[in-house]
């Protein structure tokens, strides 16, 4: 997407109508470069999704935006979420804030209906940076010499077998395990992620322990069996060591078919840590952002470390989400979080980039204090590091 501006626009924004959706598919066509046909559920309303348009004065749709009532895992907490797609502005219109004044009207209608975090995929920071946005890390997608992979024979206690429809559940079970304890991953209670009466993709690897799920894998075979040949691994996650040895022996097996493997892992976890990532190759990568939409929901919804206390006060300033603009104070014991206003004068002054990078805890006081996000009088601002405790966020689900 082009660079936002800073001019305001003649614009109408509001939610699209079910007749509306068809020209949104190729609005966003035309900046994506998608296919011309669309699939039926981009052109159908569906549930969890709100789609906001922008209209110039002619009546003409100039811009579209959509927001995903998604929910995250925050800490062993489900936090409600505004996950932001398919942002696209008509050429002509680029560079005149449209992006902008859309993004504003998102905000406020997830702000009304509950959100309090939003993350994003970013084709470029800089609009969504002039918006609050900030990048808080990379979803990186890589590829694997499959003879390289370790070929381990499962302990007798396993049993390896392969999935069907009825096994989701127990899939999205083990994610859900999974992912709860980290900040940032989606819980996929979506509808998008609903899949009852098909696999999602080729075929399903399952690694159970006494009957229960302790390792998965979803994957597509691709095409071919030569030396460009390539098993693509779309999910994949393990509970346990063992399991995420035996998912890698399943995967080496594949070597005389498919040279390759490409995965998406999730770093720092069990199967992370039995694959041999150094000789990995990056196929792709995609920069993500974090925002909060209301800082009072995204501080008190979310689990915090227990043994974490403290308390410090701050200002922050949001130009597109004004609730969020005020003197606050953070006070954290016990695994919770309280933020109220107050009238006095805080010698820390917050950007909401700023905020954004110290809630995901990828950045410290000091280094916001040196990138201009953060404005102190004290010597020391390391006290707003209260805002980073915790697990950095990460993102697994590109949306």
Known sequence: MAIVGHVQPTVDVRELTPDELTAAWQLGRLAFGSDPQPPPQAVTPSPGRTTYGAFDAAGNLVGKAVDLHDEQWWAGRVVPAADVAGVAVAPEARGTGVARTLLRALLHGAHERGAAVSALFATTPAPYRACGWEVAGQLRTLDLPTAALPRHRPPAQLTVRGGTPADLPAVADLHQRVARHRCGLLTRSHPRFHHTDELPYDGLTLVEHHGGLVGYAGWDRGRGYGPDAVL?????????????????????????????????????????????????????????????????????????????????????????????????????????????????????????????????????????????????????????????AGPPAQALDYF
């Open 232 to 388: 693509t691994v779309e999910d994949i996650l393990a509970s346990t060591a063992d399991a995420a040895r035996a998912l890698a022996g399943v995967l080496a097996s594949w070597h005389s078919v498919t040279p390759t493997i490409r995965l998406t892992p999730l770093p720092g976890d069990a199967v992370s840590a039995h694959l041999p990532l150094d000789i990995t190759r990056e196929h792709e990568r995609a920069t993500w952002m974090h925002r909060p939409v209301d800082i009072t929901r995204a501080l008190q919804t979310r689990g915090w470390p227990t043994h974490t206390r403290g308390q410090v006060t701050f200002t922050l300033t949001d130009d597109l989400a004004e609730w969020n603009t005020g003197t606050w104070q953070l006070t954290v014991a016990d695994g919770d979080a309280h933020l109220h206003r107050v009238t006095t004068e805080a010698d820390l002054h917050l950007t909401v980039r700023g905020f954004a990078l110290l809630h995901t805890s990828t950045a410290t006081a000091r280094t916001l204090a040196e990138t201009g996000l953060l404005r102190h009088t004290t010597p020391d601002p390391s006290a707003l590091d209260l805002l980073a």
